[in-house]
């Protein structure tokens, strides 16, 4: 029998670990970029090496630079109003001035559409704001349409949505994020800032918001992440082809799209998760760098 040392233990607790992550994290990586310099296909057993044309198929191609400014735009104009929101309610729930009663019961509240699944809310939505909905049947009996209108046809009202859904799942948790930060932060820096003359807004861009940098950082990149692989909630809440004209289309989307074409396109598809990975990873990287502490 194979004895271990002791100080050995800890590389045997760790071993499924790493073997899960070379099988289901790095190999998929890997394998994806190799399949998006070749023209492989669902139904091809062999296939060919083609260098950059799918890179040059997909910047050439006007879908896809469309489903960037989507996936941009959807993302941004969510995350943004998130962040605000979750950090204008965390200094409320957090401040000993206000002392807010049922923090806990409101945190919770906001919390509990994070825990739905999008595919539920997506099909919710659709439910809603289709032509025979419950919003066209009470606008209509209301006096405030004349006749029931085609919702989810127009692209400003599906842009809307998609971003009122990914911001109305995401902002509670955000709220749960910064205000464990928030409560983290000892009270006397505040108490000798209060002593030197500061007031709130000074406390909290010179003793808030930079002690809770390194949390900050870490909603940017998730969210980011998130936000570049929106999928479920923009394809369930349409026809699944990011319509009307291509208006909530996303990378994802896209991807899925080649992946599942007549011929199924895996090396133009591989094209474009490997596209979205860099570009998240420049991004994100970019993020490290901006925020990073500079004392």
Known sequence: MVQIKKEHYGYVFITPFIIAFLIFGLYPIWNTFYLSFTDATLMSKDYNFVGLKNFQRL?????????????????????IPQIGVAF??????TSLRLRIKGVAIWRTIFFLPNLLMPAAIAALFFSLFSFYGPINQLLVRSGVLSEAMQFLQSATISRSLVIFIQWWMWFGATIIFLMAGMTSIPISLYESA???????????????????RPIIVYIFVTSLVGGMQMFDIPYLLTDGRGSPGASILTNTILMYLNFSSSKGHIGSASAVGVLVFIMTCVVALGIFYFMRDKD
């Open 88 to 93: 204008l309610l965390s200094v409320w729930f």
């Open 194 to 212: 209060m002593i030197d003359g500061a007031n709130e807004q000074q406390m909290f861009w010179k003793i808030t918001v930079p002690l809770l």
């Open 59 to 79: 910047f050439s191609s006007k879908m896809f630079l469309t489903a960037i400014y989507n996936t941009w735009l959807l993302w941004l104009l969510n995350f």
